[in-house]
């Protein structure tokens, strides 16, 4: 006898419901995909939408990037492609994928697989397959392991993903140990689509993670970059962080994070430094689109503000009456945080300003109630320079005290000091803070011939530029004489 209660019923709407969402998708895109799908069923060959794309499909959030699966093998997909695609290219030929531009589409069509691993490296031995359900227990979650027939509309859903997707849950169409023997980078993307989809991963998942975490050490730091950068910029990369250290992940890829459960902060004695840094994430996060709104999730931002205080392990010290400090953790930060990204191959400029956000994302705190002059204001903003926005997006985000009146009070602060370098950068145009006198009028003034000691002047000059305001040129010409004099030079009258 069927099942008709009321709970297989919603189930069977919701998977009804996500057909529905698929199939819409595919029409918003069915004349690339229609003419892509002749073509191939003409020459006696079946060609399947699948993986992401179909996840996507089903989620209502399908992209101009599609990946197609199909029984052709790489020559016989050249010869469909050309003369209809406005571009080919080849460079995945060899693992049996060929790239294509339609109409602003970007497709890649791949021979059916079933890869072989050594499980030495992560790269496979390509093996051709010839079948779809074969070609889909290669791939990594059964929320990827689902594929549409484009000839006749169908679904092909072999191991569960249409279940899987209803309940957000992440799992293995092969058992975890033996894909991420495969393929240790997966544990690593299991976290980063635990970030950008908020699904849950399953206990077997879980404990596969936990078991073989440091096989992760198999596969290159620009990889496993590439997929921390995408976890972090997911919309809840939180919860990837937490599965990454509640596994012994992160220990092998950013174990300053796990390490900061090591520490109490002095300023929050109801959480430890790791929690902490995740709620000022959480909150950096907030800000991105609430104060000074940025185009899309900032990298930079999210991963100063997980590692911001990466420094304080190791500044601990502990006082008489049961107190902590971390005494210039934020120096200590800065450093620990550009080795580890480093480590990570990530880009210079990423880099220099992630580092740079930590060393001085407590200077705030030295603000006071408004104690600071003008030229400390000058400085903060000189030191943040392009980085400023992105600073008062960490600082504001630092706050996580549960003690709503010291929130309010801080806020209040830096609402002061904002307005204080508006003002400021109104009279001045702080952004463009250069010495009252340039090198060449230096050089004249002080009968200097180009070299390091004009550079000592000219940076004396902006100093006192940052400290006292515009000079007028009397002034400004009058200090450099006196500067030059202190320093033993003979000056010119």
């Known amino acids: 006898m069927p099942d008709t209660s009321p709970n297989r019923h919603a189930i069977r709407s919701a998977k009804r419901h996500a057909e529905r969402n698929a199939i819409a998708e595919l029409m918003r895109i069915s004349p690339i995909a229609d003419e892509l799908t002749t073509r191939f069923v003409q020459a006696g060959h079946q060609l399947f939408l699948v993986g992401g794309s179909v996840r996507d499909a089903l989620l209502g959030r399908l992209s101009d990037d599609l990946d197609f699966t199909t029984s052709a093998r790489p020559a016989e997909i050249l010869k469909l492609v050309r003369g209809w695609a406005d571009a080919v290219w080849e ?31 992560r790269d496979p031995d390509v093996v051709f397959g010839e079948s779809i359900e074969g070609d889909l227990k290669r791939r990594d979650f059964t929320v990827n392991a689902m594929a549409i027939d484009l000839s006749a509309k169908r679904f092909v859903d072999p191991y569960g993903g249409m279940d899987a997707l209803s309940d957000r849950l992440l799992d293995t169409p092969a058992a975890p140990e033996e894909s991420f023997a495969d393929d240790p980078l997966r544990m690593l993307r299991a976290a980063r689509f635990v970030s950008q989809l ?74 430890d430094v790791y929690e902490h840094s995740l709620t000022v994430l959480d909150q950096a996060i907030d800000l991105e689109t609430r104060h000074e709104p940025t185009s899309g999730p900032d990298l930079v931002l999210r991963l100063a503000a997980l590692l ?55 200077r705030f705190h030295g603000y006071g109630k408004g104690e600071w002059t003008d030229s400390a204001v000058r400085r903060y903003v000189t030191d943040a320079g392009e980085l400023l926005p992105k600073l008062h997006k960490l600082v504001r985000a630092d706050c996580t005290t549960r003690n709503r009146r010291k929130a309010a009070a801080l806020q209040r602060t830096y609402d002061d000091l904002e307005e204080r370098i508006q003002r400021i950068a109104e009279e001045e145009d702080l952004a463009k803070v250069r010495p009252d006198l340039d090198g060449n009028e230096i050089m004249r003034l002080l009968n200097l011939p180009p070299g390091p000691m004009v550079g000592k002047a000219w940076q004396y000059l902006k100093d006192l530029r940052l400290d006292k305001g515009p000079l007028e040129h009397e002034e400004a010409v009058a200090a450099l004489r006196e500067w030059a004099k202190e320093q033993g030079l003979d000056v010119p009258e």
Do not use: C
């Open 91 to 121: 460079t995945g030929i060899e693992f049996g994928t060929v790239g294509v531009t339609k109409g602003g589409t970007q497709l890649e069509i791949t021979t059916f697989r079933t890869d072989t691993y050594d499980r030495v490296s």
């Open 198 to 271: 908020e699904f849950t991963p399953s206990r077997r998942v879980v404990t596969a993670m936990t078991d073989m975490a440091g096989e992760i050490t198999r596969i290159t730091a620009e990889r496993v970059q590439a997929e921390l950068s995408k976890l972090m910029l997911g919309a809840k990369p939180r919860l990837g962080i937490e599965l990454m250290t509640h596994t012994g992940l992160a220990e092998h890829i950013i174990p300053e994070v796990p390490g900061m459960r090591l520490a109490i902060d002095e300023h929050h004695q109801h959480k």
């Open 308 to 362: 911001h205080d990466i420094g304080k392990p190791a500044t601990r010290k502990f006082t008489e009456g049961g107190g902590v400090t971390f005494h210039h953790h934020e120096v200590v930060g800065a450093k620990m945080a550009r080795k580890r990204l480093r480590k990570l191959r990530y880009p210079k400029d990423v880099i220099n300003d992630v580092s740079q956000l930590v060393f001085l994302h407590l």
